[in-house]
């Protein structure tokens, strides 16, 4: 009963009495109407509270009645139902409890009231304290023994049996008088039998040679030749006990002295009465033959527990049992022997380090038995006692502290403080500057999923909720804790779920948002779903849960993952991991649903050498050439082991081939499917149809790219010297093509790779002495049979330019066209004269705001005001630009953009003139000028006037400009100068040769 009453201690502690302690003596502190001192003076926390006297618990009948101090240390009474929780009040000198019954476990049926025995029908009933103190009915029928009956008209009621033991032989087996007689040879013998019954007997006088059955002499008896020769006759005539069994050692029918067993326990309640040498039963003398006792009552006889107490037939008998079998001892706590662990029988600390119902913290140790004994006790001072440490409150902390059983408890940010503003854990937010309210919640029970719903009272102010751990009770609550979780709502109420564990500590928040000035009045209502390893829910820290508690399954008895198992699912399906069950587990890698080696996949469920498996249950194969898949080392697999097919009995791609896909298809590679073959290319030339099926190894190496298609022709492209040369690629199917150029067919890297479609690029020689360079065209991904392209090589001189000064012609006559705003473009409009540009007759034109013309081989053109200047050339818009000063240029007073053409057909010259711009965000006035001379086709650049300004950064000389030209494609060009300071200033110009 000590540990009983201790348990309760314990429970008691958590439950009732763990609380804030007082915030000390700081004079703005609210009062708990929510004023504040300010005459200097102390802060009365109790005003207007009903205490009670000094901190007590006792019973009012089945109420538990506890007076403790609240962190404030006001004494407030509490009141709880010891019934509603299936206990009852019980009171041990100054401590008082709910006490849960420990005899509720067992079954209804089984138990009973008042010691004692007693007859029901046919049933003795005994109602007897168990080995752990519990009233236990045990019912024995009495009618289960021939003739029994139960029988209460004795002072203690008891099973009897009928007091002759002969009473229930067979009438054909019991005789009158003793004696012998003779039918034919057949001995008839009428004695008593083990029990004294006189019972009759035959004896076939013939079974021995010469036997005859002889009535001649006083008695009848069978004789015989030489009757006992085959006979194992016994030392002496008597009887003896072997165990249950009579041994008997007298004459038989032919006078020979023989041995025979009656087993005594043939009759009901029958033994051997040793003391007699005869078989005995109960019907005598009930108690015959038992180890009885002398006094009813419980003992310990060192650690075994001795119960006398009177059996069916009232005969004391002693129960001995081995308290140690079950790790127990025998103790005789409470006045009662009973088996029990150690400690139970102590008065022992539920843990290291605990709180009392005090507030204290206690410390205990251990004791030479390993039970918890109390050591210390120390006062919490102001902070809380809460778990097993004493815990610093947060600022403008509610004297109240939440637990499982708390219910709904009120709240009123009046009674907090303003000091937390930030939620790091939760939020980054730190508009927090109205009041909160602080709680701690204690879980004082096992683990469990807790939700607490805070709801906003008369207040309209904007509220947030938080929960947040609370360690190890140290630390105060705030950014450094871990945030468990928050709701931020802009409703009325807001919910915080989080799972707790047996003692956790957790700080509950409820704090306004914002500059609020009101303060919020709100309730928290708690409610707790237990964490129980075993009800198929996977909750808390649970891996699993089978709805077992059982280890040995997969899921621990503690619900986490045991080895060698995979668990799956809520309720939690687990399986072994076992090599041949079909699916792949732990460290298998693969298996297909047996434990056999030669399959692919081992006994041990490991791929075998030269194998593949996929899927589960696995699905192997053994690699194999010819049987149509590519595997391991293989370069092809056609489905056959034949030479000649392109794809050889080894599964190599044989010479002059190309084989794709599984099984292979192989087909004869086209003279230029391999960059030694390459075809020649010596002046503008378009090849058409070149099936990508029939190319060969693509090139390798840095900036050759990685994609997988990998058939490739080859072109080798001779550049006389001062050329350049177009390479566009085009095709009619889906072909998706890669161009690539390297400098020979030695070389380990690609100079240039493109799969833009239109793939294309620039071949360029600007030496003196003619290049050959190599040109491979291959498919990006998987070629296909019916994928083909055509390539085109168009040769063109290289452009150059060369420095003139500047010559810029009067405008004044020019007309303007109205790109006067930044980032503007003109329409397209007809040039006065068609002249070549980059081998292409260029007959439109449009102008940007930002320094560059856009030439069209029609009038289908668009224009660009791209305000980003880009590399020149380029495939990316915009295309086909001529740029005197392409810059991102704004517009200043009177600006704008002019054409004129003057001279006469066949001698004309074309201008256009940017007048009075400045760079983007600069100080600076630029005016140039684009000359085309239809005479030579020439192109001129002129610097009119490129002022600086106030501007340092030497934008007006180029810095961020591109200066130069490219054709309609952007794949030919020449650049002059990009983002380079001093390229140009007033007076200089370049005379293009395009």
């Not at 390993?370 to 006062?379: I, Q, W």
Request: net charge negative.
């Amino acid at each position: 009963m000590k540990n009983r009453l201790f348990r309760a201690r314990w429970a008691l502690c958590l439950a009732g009495t763990l609380a804030f302690a007082g915030c000390g003596d700081d004079d703005t502190d609210p009062t708990p109407d929510g004023a504040v001192r300010t005459d200097g003076g102390p802060v009365d926390p109790c005003e207007g509270i009903a205490q009670c006297a000094a901190p007590s618990t006792a019973c009012n009948g089945d109420t538990l009645v506890t007076c403790a101090a609240t962190p404030n240390g006001c004494l407030v009474q509490t009141m709880t139902n010891c019934l509603a929780s299936g206990a009852t009040c019980e009171a041990d000198g100054d401590l008082a409890v709910c006490q849960p019954d420990p005899c509720e476990a067992i079954p209804a049926a089984e138990r009973c009231d008042v010691e004692g025995v007693s007859c029901d029908g046919s049933d003795l009933v005994d109602c007897a304290m168990n080995a752990d103190g519990c009233l236990v009915a045990t019912a024995t029928d009495c009618a289960a023994m021939p003739g029994g009956a139960c029988d209460d008209s004795t002072l203690v009621p008891m099973c009897v049996l009928p007091a002759d033991p002969c009473a229930d032989l067979p009438a054909e087996d019991r005789c009158e008088t003793a004696g012998t007689s003779c039918t034919d040879d057949t001995l008839t013998t009428c004695a008593p039998d083990a029990f004294g019954c006189l019972v009759v007997t035959t004896e076939d006088c013939a079974s021995r040679d010469g036997g005859v059955c002889d009535a001649s002499g006083d008695a009848a008896v069978c004789a015989a030749t030489d009757a006992c020769a085959d006979v194992t006759e016994c030392a002496a005539a008597g009887t003896m006990c072997d165990g249950p069994e009579l041994v008997t050692c007298a004459p038989d029918a032919f006078g020979c002295l023989v041995e025979t067993r009656s087993d005594c326990t043939d009759a009901p309640f029958g033994f051997c009465d040793v003391d007699g040498a005869t078989c005995s039963t109960a019907a005598t003398d009930p108690c015959m033959g038992m180890t009885t006792c002398t006094e009813v009552g419980r003992s310990c006889a060192g650690d075994t527990l001795e119960v006398c107490a009177p059996n069916a037939f009232g005969c004391l008998v002693a129960t001995p049992t081995d308290c140690t079998t079950g790790g127990d001892v025998c103790d005789t706590a409470d006045g009662v022997a009973q088996c029990g662990p150690i400690c139970s029988f102590r008065d022992t600390c539920p843990a290291a380090e605990y709180c009392a119902p005090t507030g204290e913290l206690v410390s205990c140790t251990t004791d030479a038995d390993g039970c918890y004994v109390e050591d210390t006790r120390a006062d919490c001072g102001d902070a809380l006692c809460g778990g097993d440490v004493c815990v610093g409150n947060c600022p403008g902390a509610s004297p109240i502290v939440l637990d499982c059983a708390s219910g709904t408890v009120a709240g009123d940010t009046a009674m907090g403080t303003a000091a937390i503003i930030a939620y790091a854990p939760c939020t980054t937010s730190t508009d927090y500057e109205g009041n909160e309210q602080v709680f701690l919640f204690r879980n004082a029970t096992g683990a469990n999923e807790v939700s607490i719903t805070a709801t906003r009272g008369a207040s309209s102010e904007d509220f947030d909720l938080f929960a947040l751990s609370g360690g190890d009770g140290t630390a105060l609550c705030g950014a450094a804790d871990t945030c468990l979780d928050s709701s931020r709502n802009v409703t009325a109420t807001e919910t915080v779920d989080f799972t707790a564990a047996a003692g956790e500590l957790v700080y509950v928040v409820y704090d306004v948002y914002g500059a609020a000035t009101e303060t919020s009045d709100f309730t928290l209502e708690v409610s707790c779903t237990p964490v129980v390893c075993g009800d198929g829910v996977i909750n808390g820290a649970e891996e699993c849960d089978d709805s077992n508690a059982a280890a040995g399954d997969g899921c621990s008895d503690t619900c986490t993952f045991e080895p060698d198992f995979v668990c799956e699912g809520a309720p939690s399906t687990c399986r072994a991991v076992t090599c041949g069950d079909g699916f792949i587990d732990g460290a298998e890698e693969c298996d297909d649903s047996n434990a056999m080696n030669g399959d692919g996949c081992s006994e041990l469920c490991v791929v075998e050498d030269d194998a593949l498996c996929e899927g589960e249950p696995s699905t192997c194969r053994v690699f194999a050439c010819g049987d149509g898949f590519v595997d391991g080392a293989e370069e092809c697999d056609d489905g056959d082991v034949v030479t000649g097919d392109g794809c050889s009995d080894a599964c190599a791609i044989e010479m002059g081939y190309g084989c794709t896909g599984a099984p292979s298809t192989c087909v004869a590679l086209d003279a230029n499917a391999f960059c030694a073959s390459a075809t020649a290319i010596t002046a503008d030339t378009t090849i058409t149809g070149e099936a990508i099926t029939r190319g060969g190894p693509r090139p390798q190496g840095t900036g050759c790219g990685t994609s997988s298609g990998d058939r490739a022709h080859y072109y080798a492209v001779t550049l006389p010297a001062r050329t350049q040369v177009s390479v566009v690629t085009s095709t009619t199917t889906s072909l998706d093509r890669v161009l690539l150029f390297q400098d020979s067919c030695e070389a380990s890297a690609c100079t240039y790779r493109t799969d833009s479609s239109p793939e294309r690029g620039v071949l360029v020689n600007d030496t003196d002495a003619p290049v050959t360079r190599i040109v491979a065209v291959h498919e990006f991904g998987i070629a296909t049979a019916s994928g083909s392209y055509d390539v085109a090589f168009t040769y063109a001189p290289v452009p150059t330019f060369t420095a003139i000064s500047a010559a810029c012609v009067d405008t004044s006559a020019a007309t303007a066209l109205g790109v006067t705003a930044d980032d503007t473009t003109s329409s397209i409009a007809a040039l006065p004269f068609a002249f070549s540009y980059f081998g292409q007759s260029a007959t439109h034109f449009t102008v940007s705001s930002n320094g560059f013309l856009q030439l069209f081989g029609s009038a289908a053109g668009s224009g660009s005001s791209a305000a980003s200047n880009g590399s020149l050339p380029s495939t990316s818009t915009p295309n086909g630009v001529l740029a005197p000063f392409w810059d991102d240029l704004a517009p200043i007073t009177d600006s704008n953009v002019y054409t004129q053409t003057t001279g006469t057909a066949g001698s004309r010259t074309f201008v256009a003139e940017w007048r009075n711009w400045k760079t983007f965000s600069g100080s600076n006035d630029l005016t140039f000028q684009v000359h085309v001379l239809e005479a030579t086709g020439e192109v001129q650049f002129h610097y009119c006037a490129m002022s600086a300004g106030t501007d340092t950064t030497q934008r007006h000389t180029g810095s961020s400009a591109t200066i130069g030209a490219e054709n309609f494609a952007g794949t030919l060009g020449l650049s002059i100068s990009r983002d380079t300071a001093g390229a140009v200033m007033t007076g200089s110009g370049f005379s293009l040769d395009l």
